[in-house]
């Protein structure tokens, strides 16, 4: 079946602007996953989802970052104001669950470049 | 939190040698995961590995929970093994949000 889509694959934007970031998760994965791989920091988690909920937003950079999914499905990464620091890729993934002992599969990621 | 160490950071081998990366975690688990990156940054699955071993063609994974490690073995190395090999787990109990490694970065020369 398909995997983990999202789009774009590549975003170019001038420092200050907004960008949406989208993911389609497996079909049927209730749990979708945001997470960040930069040059300095690796890969780090953001946020993540249950159905439609997003109980742990810990990982969110700071408040210039958001997400929301509708319908259990589709989600959307929106960073507001972007700064150059922004610049990474972005990656989604998704699982059957969000609890513990769920294998998560991860989209091909969204490149990010502010200039 | 929970701390991930990878080793060795690098490794260069032989096309046809074999190989071993360790992953060290600091806390007990219920799910730990190997990845490999491709050079187009696709995290691609190679294990789900919470205990016990498996094994997928030339590549195996060893995960011994109560002493806190996973190894993962690859024979007969190919140039398409090339890439980053990622072991994550769970920030914490009961999440299923991970925690990454830093990575081995491995290049297979022909």
């Known amino acids: 079946g398909a995997g983990v889509s999202q789009s774009p694959s590549n975003k170019v934007t001038e420092k200050g602007k907004d960008v949406e970031l989208r993911c389609d998760p497996i079909?049927?994965?209730?749990?979708l996953y945001w997470y960040r791989q930069s040059l300095g920091q690796g890969l780090e988690f953001l946020i993540y989802?249950?159905?439609?909920?997003?109980?742990?937003k810990s990982g969110l950079p700071s408040d210039r970052f958001s997400a929301e999914r509708t319908g259990g499905s589709v989600s959307t990464l929106t960073i507001q104001r972007t700064q150059q620091e922004d610049s990474a890729v972005y990656l989604c993934?998704?699982?059957?669950?969000?609890?513990?002992?769920?294998?998560?599969?991860f989209g091909p990621g969204t490149r990010l470049t502010v200039t | 939190g929970i701390q991930v160490e990878q080793s060795p950071p690098d490794l260069i081998l032989q096309e046809g040698a074999n190989s071993t990366l360790r992953c060290n975690f600091s806390?007990?688990?219920?799910?730990l995961q190997w990845f490999h990156q491709n050079p187009w940054g696709q995290l691609i699955n190679l294990f789900y590995?919470?205990?016990g071993t498996k094994q997928n063609g030339r590549l195996s994974a060893t995960t011994v929970a109560t002493e806190r490690y996973s190894l993962l073995y690859i024979s007969s190395s190919q140039t398409t093994d090339s890439g980053v090999y990622f072991c994550?787990?769970?920030?914490?109990?009961?999440?299923?949000?991970?925690?990454f490694g830093t990575g081995t970065r491995l290049t297979v020369i022909p």
């Open positions: 079909s049927g994965h209730t749990a």
């Open positions: 590995i919470p205990s």
């Open positions: 994550a787990v769970p920030i914490k109990t009961g999440a299923n949000n991970l925690f």
């Open positions: 806390d007990s688990v219920n799910n």
């Open positions: 989802f249950q159905g439609n909920s997003a109980p742990d």
């Open positions: 993934a998704s699982s059957l669950e969000a609890r513990g002992g769920y294998e998560q599969y």
